[in-house]
């Protein structure tokens, strides 16, 4: 079941993504030979001290324990967070478990380094016997077995799982009630923005717009006005551009009408 928040603020983008990982304590003098055990390779000069620089196909990352920062960003009862499956322990922040991945460059991880970022993240999820995942380009918390499942589906199908990496926030406003996007401009630049027709709950929407996430994902961003059509017979989906605003990505604009 998907679980939503509705904004009340617009909060900045996170632009160096990152994967906050939740599962078993591991001592600092211990964690290189877990990595090792996982077939990654730490970096021998930092052998010893946190962060611990892993690299796996070309891919540079640091792993250390999350600090207060990134639990502040990450924090499950902040109405700008989302969550897809079972709810975090209240004590997730004490038991020492909480692990923090991110890019080895200051310039982050290109898109084109995320499949193999995920392919780190599900043996770091298995070498920590996690519960629980946050990406931060959704600010969105997923169940770490769900998230494994989802990213060996994907190598298997080239698919990918967009419910695991991309969050839809309703936006309630002084005019009519938008479903929107948060962390599919980490793939493509551009988020999605649609109002809700009359007669259409959360679920409507997100059935709709993940599928017109998923093929941005795969096929990069619209670039042009374009209509195609819907779900159901008589439906119609107008996809319209918008240029990027200094302080957020670009979005497209989603119009669904129907034949009368």
Not at 25 to 44: C, H, N, T, Y
Not at 169 to 183: E, I, K, M
Request: charged share 20%; glycine share 10%; hydrophobic share 50%.
């Amino acid at each position: 079941m998907i679980l939503t928040r509705r904004d009340a603020t617009t909060r900045p983008e996170v632009h160096a993504p990152f994967a906050l990982i939740v599962g078993k304590a591991v001592a600092d003098d211990a964690l290189e030979g877990v990595m090792r055990r996982m077939g990654l390779r730490p970096d021998a000069a930092r052998a010893g001290g946190l962060p611990l620089q892993l690299t796996l196909g070309g891919l540079a990352v640091t792993i250390g324990r999350a600090a207060p920062d990134d639990f502040a960003l990450a924090d499950p009862g902040d109405v700008a967070t989302s969550s897809l499956g079972t709810p975090l322990p209240a004590d997730w922040r004490d038991a020492g478990g909480s692990w923090i991945v991110r890019s080895a460059r200051r310039d982050g991880i290109a898109a084109a380094q995320f499949d193999t970022l995920f392919q780190m993240i599900v043996l770091l999820i298995d070498a920590f016997d996690a519960d629980h995942i946050f990406w931060s380009p959704a600010r969105l918390w997923t169940d770490a077995r769900q998230f494994r499942g989802a990213i060996a589906e994907m190598q298997t199908s080239g698919m990918p799982p967009v419910l695991h990496l991309i969050a839809f926030r309703r936006r309630d406003g002084a005019a009519d009630p938008h479903v929107a996007t948060r962390g599919l401009a980490a793939f493509a630049g551009q988020e999605l923005d649609a109002a809700v027709p009359p007669g259409w709950d959360m679920a409507a929407m997100v059935k709709r717009l993940a599928r017109l996430a998923l093929d941005i994902m795969l096929h990069g961003p619209v670039v042009q006005p374009q209509q195609t059509p819907g779900l159901q017979a008589g439906e119609w989906v107008a996809l319209t551009p918008q240029g990027g605003a200094r302080d957020g990505p670009a979005a497209v604009l989603v119009e669904f009408s129907f034949d009368r």
